[in-house]
T-cell receptor
Framework: DTAVSQTPKYLVTQMGNDKSIKCEQN?????MYWYKQDSKKFLKIMFS???????INETVPNRFSPKSPDKAHLNLHINSLELGDSAVYFC??????????????FGSGTQLSVL | AQTVTQSQPEMSVQEAETVTLSCTYD???????LFWYKQPPSRQMILVIR??????QNATENRFSVNFQKAAKSFSLKISDSQLGDAAMYFC???????????????FGKGTKLSVIP
């Protein structure tokens, strides 16, 4: 049983296309995240949702739109893809408690290549 | 804003030897958490070890231990008896003690690529 699963694992597409990455967690967690890892391996948060509500929204182009239909799912839709969007996108989840050194569970990543 | 610095882009270690990966961070907060994550070629992010800033005792997990120096804002990872499977990217990460409605943000360093020589 995969705790945090994201699909697809690999996504190759042309510039200008619109694509979506799906994420699901079966841990019963309240909070989900999207992180981006660029070509230099630098990881940075993009969004977080707690119980379907947007909580953290870092400086991300508005071509990126997260959608959380329920607290077990957080999908990422990207419009008008650009070369610079090529990266690995990680979904993650956490329990959502206010304190404590709780663990962040990561999905296995989606490698997006924009040609 | 918090920053995390890993000054060693690449390190190598002989199998069975010990290696230390360095990490420094900058924060004005007194309550926070620190983590080391491992990312092997499979791309999976794996939590190696975590430390609460309010705890003076250094965290250990089997062959992995940290040297947490709060005043110096230093959080190094020591890997003892290195194994081939330890070869990976290692990321140091910082988390504030406060959360936003249950959400928190991990700030990552740029990573250290560790090679293990047989």
């Amino acid at each position: 049983d995969t705790a945090v699963s994201q699909t697809p694992k690999y996504l190759v597409t042309q510039m200008g296309n619109d694509k979506s990455i799906k994420c699901e967690q079966n841990l019963g967690h309240d909070t989900m995240y999207w992180y981006k890892q660029d070509s230099k391996k630098f990881l940075k948060i993009m969004f977080s949702y707690n119980n379907k509500e947007l909580i953290i929204n870092e400086t991300v182009p508005n071509r990126f739109s997260p959608k959380s239909p329920d607290k077990a799912h957080l999908n990422l839709h990207i419009n008008s893809l650009e070369l610079g969007d090529s990266a690995v996108y990680f979904c993650a989840s956490s329990q959502g408690s206010h304190r404590g050194v709780e663990k962040l569970f990561f999905g296995s990543g989606t490698q997006l290549s924009v040609l | 804003a918090q920053t995390v610095t890993q000054s060693q882009p690449e390190m190598s270690v002989q199998e069975a030897e010990t290696v230390t990966l360095s990490c420094t961070y900058d924060t004005s907060e007194s309550d926070y958490y620190l983590f080391w994550y491992k990312q092997p070629p499979s791309r999976q992010m794996i939590l190696v070890i975590r430390q609460e800033a309010y705890k003076q005792q250094n965290a250990t997990e089997n062959r992995f231990s940290v040297n947490f120096q709060k005043a110096a804002k230093s959080f190094s990872l020591k890997i003892s008896d290195s194994q081939l499977g330890d070869a990976a990217m290692y990321f140091c990460a910082y988390r504030s003690g406060d959360t936003l409605a249950g959400s928190y943000q991990l700030t990552f360093g740029k990573g250290t690529k560790l090679s293990v020589i047989p």
